[in-house]
């Protein structure tokens, strides 16, 4: 499932057995301010790990406990527009619903923020 803000995507989740992956992609600049937030060991050391890329850090955490759920929450508000926005002063920008195709042909809306 991906989700995503604005038009923005902001992660993708990838289920496995009895746990989940998240994929972050962090800008170079999101990047810096992940590394100032208060970040559990596990996913501070996936960001150090992984290879800036021109378009970014592709983070991929295995969400195995409530401090990896507690970190993504965090890289979210940094990746997120309207946690930019905010901090420049400007109004909230609605977070759309992503529209998730099921196996089934029908549609199923889920809020992302």
Known sequence: MR????????????????????????????AEQAFSLNLGKKVRKVIEEAHQFHEGRW??????????????????LVKSQLSKNMRRGEKETQCYANTVRLKSGGNRVLNTL
């Open 3 to 30: 989700f995503r803000a604005g038009g923005k995507a902001l992660l993708s989740m990838y289920p496995g057995k009895e746990s989940f992956a998240v994929q972050i992609v962090l800008s170079q600049t999101d």
């Open 59 to 76: 983070l991929f955490i295995k969400v195995e406990s409530q401090q990896d759920l507690n970190d993504i929450q965090q890289l979210l």
